[in-house]
């Protein structure tokens, strides 16, 4: 169901993403990338790649040596492709078909895995934390980037008006597909937040896990140390 969803917005996904975040989409995955490792010619993973928006930044810093982006909508991959072509990062930055709950990757593969707005949609959030776990050198990083529910009371009652009434009119006007962004609202109502989050991942095997928030809690950073 969440594919034949992100195919089917694929044209619209980057222009509203701009629109409901008003322009700080771009700002959360460049503070994402703050969080890569020391190092050079790093090999990134970045799962559920979408249109490219998170392997282009990644391709555009200089510690990172290959970006390898997984994503199963070929909708959005094929638009992310252009992008990574217009970007001149072909050579650094590929985009393969591919289930993140199942990566046709060798264990200790990468130094680091990334994810932005991708985890939440994973139709089993435990089974993709261990593979990006698996595929994880020791002591490699994972950089979550994912939409959170404020914890303060006000901020969560006007968070929650924006998500079911805001997003789905939004959403709707631009795309004519507004079931898609009722779905994005209510998985992210649903989507465990703060130190639920940190539990979930540590149960995946991770050790050190740091959580960052950023627009008031509206978005949080998970940085999962293997
Ligand atoms: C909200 S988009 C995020 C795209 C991109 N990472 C970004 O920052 O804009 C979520 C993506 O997750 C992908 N996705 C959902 N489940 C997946 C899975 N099991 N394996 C790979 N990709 C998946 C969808 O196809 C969609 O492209």
Redesign the pocket.
Known sequence: M??QI?DAIAPD?DKV?RVLSLGM?RRW?QKAVHFLPEGSALRVL??????A??AIVLGREARVGRVTG????EE?LRLGRLKVQQQGLTGKVELIA????ALAFKDHEFDVVT????VR???DLMQ?LAEAFRVLKPGGRCII?EFSMPSGWWQKIGHSLYLGMAVPLIGGLFTGKKEAYCYLGRSIRAFPSGERMGRIIRQAGFGVIERYALAMGAVTICVATR
Request: aromatic share 12%; proline share 3%.
């Open positions: 969440t594919i992100f996904y993403n989409d995955r970045d799962l559920a790649a979408g249109t928006e998170m997984i994503d199963c909508a959005m591919g289930d993140a709950l994810a932005a707005f991708g949609n994973f139709p993709g980037l």
